[in-house]
């Protein structure tokens, strides 16, 4: 059981290089959503997606760009690395229980990055 | 105003102790409620979805308070296994709402 599946798990980044970190699922989750954590903290939304097309910001988009051309894979793009970046990136994906909310959402292990 | 709000701790408990982490959350709306585990830089897994009626797991014990706007976990017997960090997950639409987390830490 895939689940959700993240790659890669580690990257090391110069300032200014661009890279992106992809994210599949293999559950048909119509969501799927980005998070950054930064050691000691919370997880922070960066972009989501409730189905192939359609993507939103969350509560820190700013130096990232998201695309859903599929159910299935949700890539994150970092054009301009910076140092502020540097964070653990989480892709989630869930369902929907029509007016009942979500369901849970399921991780991927996470792609830890610095950019140096 | 935060979308939901945890004491971070940490907690230090023996073993065989019984704990408790409440978490309270602003937007009435919300529908879907979730506690996560989350290790040492791991990614979040899901603990229990948390009920109206109430649920519990095991050792788990999960309770919704609408009126109030908190959602609580009692672990009752508590292992070291169970050191982590409890995440409350409150959903009020397409977003789910991340607390900063309770770190828990038993003590042999």
């Known amino acids: 059981n895939a689940g959700v599946t993240q790659t890669p798990k580690f990257r090391i980044l110069k300032i200014g290089q661009s890279m992106t970190l992809q994210c599949t699922q293999d559950?048909?989750?119509?969501?799927m959503y980005w998070y950054r954590q930064d050691p000691g903290m919370g997880l922070k939304l960066i972009y989501y997606s409730v189905g192939a097309g359609i993507t939103d910001k969350g509560e820190v988009p700013n130096g990232y760009n998201v695309s859903r051309s599929t159910t299935e894979d949700f890539p994150l793009r970092l054009e301009l690395a910076a140092p502020s970046q540097t964070s653990v990136y989480f892709c989630?994906?869930?369902?929907?229980?029509?007016?009942?909310?979500?369901?849970?959402?399921?991780f991927g292990d996470g792609t830890r990055l610095s950019i140096l | 105003r935060k979308e939901v709000e945890q004491d971070p701790g940490p907690f230090n408990v023996p073993e065989g102790a019984t704990v408790a982490f409440n978490c309270t959350y602003s937007n009435s709306a919300s529908q879907s409620f979730f506690w996560y585990r989350q290790d040492c830089r791991k990614e979040p897994k899901l603990l229990m979805s948390v009920y109206s009626s109430g649920n519990e797991d095991g050792r788990f014990t999960a309770q919704l308070n609408r009126a109030s706007q908190y959602i609580s976990l009692l672990i009752r017997d508590s292992k070291l296994s169970d050191s982590a960090t409890y995440l409350c997950?409150?959903?009020?639409?397409?977003?789910?709402?991340f607390g900063t987390g309770t770190s828990l830490t038993v003590i042999p």
């Open positions: 559950m048909n989750h119509n969501y």
């Open positions: 989630a994906s869930s369902s929907v229980l029509g007016t009942k909310g979500n369901q849970p959402q399921h």
């Open positions: 997950v409150v959903n009020p639409g397409n977003q789910f709402y």
